[in-house]
């Protein structure tokens, strides 16, 4: 097993992390905050949107079962990659969409990835190329956030259709 790691920003990290956490080869997903100005930073800090960093998870995944182009393909099918630091009603450069790339290889795949997805939105793709500058985990209380609450209100309206959209295009990546 190659276990490798992706950092991606699509907005709320509660809302990535409940798609991403259902795949086939992925062994876990944390919320966290990348690339911004200040050491150790928590929610309140970054929630003014002028910290410099994005809401983010970080997929620790075994790239024998699930590949980069895969995991990213995904991650532009289940966010909109075309509003400028927003997702939904969520505004604000820590909602931007992001891709945190830690090599050449990794940065010349999400330039590509780009370009399949772009296919799928008449609307430029504005998600950034950011080579990742540093990552802290969120708190405690961030991870796992919609299994652990379903029905909080949020949740249950942005959520479920990011799953919906998961299960009509990738349905066979998704662990049973």
């Known amino acids: 097993m190659a276990t490798k790691e992706l950092i991606v920003g699509g907005g709320c990290f509660w809302c990535t992390e409940a798609v ?13 905050y990348a690339n911004g100005d200040i050491p150790d930073p928590n929610y309140r800090m970054i929630c003014g949107g002028d ?10 995944y075994d790239d024998e079962t699930i590949d980069l182009d ?28 992001c891709i945190c790339y830690k090599n050449d290889e990794e940065l ?11 296919r799928d939105y ?6 950034t190329l950011e080579p ?9 209380y961030h991870q796992d956030y919609y299994r652990q609450n379903p029905m909080q209100g949020y949740c ?18 998704v662990a049973q």
């Open 20 to 32: 991403f956490e259902r795949l086939k080869g992925v062994s876990d997903v944390e919320s966290g």
């Open 122 to 127: 008449s609307d430029p793709i504005v998600t």
């Open 156 to 173: 249950n309206a942005v959520i479920p259709p990011k799953i919906a959209k998961l299960m009509e295009k990738f349905s066979d990546k």
């Open 70 to 97: 895969t995991l990213l393909d995904i991650f532009f099918t289940t966010h909109n990659p075309t509003t400028l630091n927003r997702q939904g009603a969520d505004v604000g450069t820590q909602y931007r969409s």
């Open 51 to 60: 910290s410099g960093y994005a809401e983010v998870i970080k997929i620790t």
């Open 108 to 118: 010349e795949t999400a330039k590509r990835a780009i370009e399949r997805a772009q």
């Open 132 to 140: 990742l500058r540093n990552y802290y985990p969120a708190e405690d």
